[in-house]
């Protein structure tokens, strides 16, 4: 969105409380002044605004020159790859420049509205997000069920194969963004919820699993990482999250989903990792393995989902991920009641499946064992 000086004068207004006379506008450092200048701040650019308070305002520097910067943060491909990035560089920066001597001051958080006005944000402390409710049951409390009766249900098979065909929909839409895919391979070895920071959260002595056994999984997932840079036409839509507690059913097959996570663009196989890693997860709680009507239930979903969207490279893409959402399953801080047996087994198929070159779902239960 274009700035003019019009805008900037009505926000420099109401952040004085009185009104200003804008006197001339400037690209920082490059000389650019003028209506250049203003094309020169949508690359992020910073402008100096020189003004002056109107001497009719009760203010002891009425009719004296006064000057500010306004800064935008750009997008680019170190860090600030997504608008929410951008947001949290301003909200960082106002939080710190004032704290350390000698820092040029920050003196307030500019909003820049749908409608064009440029708004103050500077006495805002925190933000908080605002949602529909929407009443319904988790799905892992149907999965709890069965893991503890046994037995599933024709309605349980109905609604796996619903949450198939919603991802098979939503990953069909595609998107062209390098930047973003090489974003979300890096979130998902280094992020703080990505695979490093599910290492750091274990135990330093935490018997299943040694300081070498979480470094093994991190290296494991770097050399993938760089696997699979290349592969930036696989950047879709995704939820991000796609796990149990995070789809509530309504009434039968009937479900919405909440907390989309990490964006709105990635990896299918990060959705589809997550939610069928909770088959085997439960599985393993009740028989030791995927077996019963957990592993019906997977194969049932694999199954549906390769039917509604081929996909040939998929099972030679996830094998991160899966390890990536066993660190979490077998995570004692996440899940401290887990048996050693179960947070074991998780632990090998996260070490194993990083190994093998094609991702055998037909034969997860092989990559189980030490």
Not at 12 to 27: K, T, Y
Not at 329 to 343: F, G, K, V
Request: net charge negative.
């Amino acid at each position: 969105m274009d700035l003019n000086p019009a805008m900037i004068e009505a926000y420099l207004s109401r952040w004085q409380d009185g009104a200003v006379q804008i006197e001339g506008i400037s690209e920082l450092g490059g000389g650019t002044s003028g209506a250049a200048a203003l094309k020169a701040f949508g690359y992020g650019r910073p402008l100096r605004i020189d003004y002056r308070l109107s001497p009719s305002t009760a203010d002891a520097r009425s009719g004296q020159p006064q000057q500010v910067v306004l800064r935008q943060v750009s997008r680019n491909g170190f860090g600030r790859e997504r608008a929410s990035d951008c947001v949290a560089e301003v909200w960082l920066d106002f939080n710190a420049f004032n704290r350390l001597d000698r820092h040029v001051q920050a003196q307030d958080i500019v909003g820049l509205t749908r409608d064009g006005r440029l708004e103050s944000l500077g006495h805002v402390e925190s933000m908080l997000l605002l949602t529909a409710y929407v009443p319904g049951q988790p799905y892992a409390d149907d999965l709890l069920r069965i893991r503890d009766a046994g037995v599933s249900t024709e309605l349980d098979r109905e609604r796996a194969l619903a949450l198939a065909d919603y991802l098979a929909a939503i990953h069909a839409v595609p998107h062209d963004d390098p930047l973003l895919w090489r974003r979300r391979l890096r979130d998902l070895v280094g992020h703080g919820e990505g695979i490093m920071g599910l290492t750091d959260s274990y135990p330093r002595d935490f018997p299943l699993a040694t300081a070498d056994d979480l470094r093994a999984i991190e290296d494991a997932a770097n050399r993938w990482r760089w696997k699979l840079k290349p592969l930036t036409h696989r950047l879709c839509q995704v939820h991000g999250d796609f796990h149990p507690f995070n789809v509530l059913f309504t009434e039968r097959t009937g479900f919405t989903v909440i907390d989309r996570s990490r964006g709105a663009w990635g990896e299918p196989a990060d959705d589809l990792s997550c939610m069928t890693i909770n088959y085997l997860f439960f599985g393993l709680q009740r028989y030791g393995r995927l077996a019963g009507p957990f592993e019906a239930l997977y194969r049932a979903f694999w199954t549906r989902y390769l039917e509604r969207r081929q996909d040939a490279e998929l099972c030679a893409v996830i094998q991160p991920w899966f390890a990536w959402r066993a660190l979490v399953l077998a995570s004692p801080q996440w899940y401290s009641t887990l048996s050693d047996e179960t947070r074991r087994a998780l632990l090998s198929f996260a070490r194993n499946v990083m190994r093998q070159e094609h991702f055998a779902w037909q034969e997860i239960n092989s990559y189980l064992s030490a």
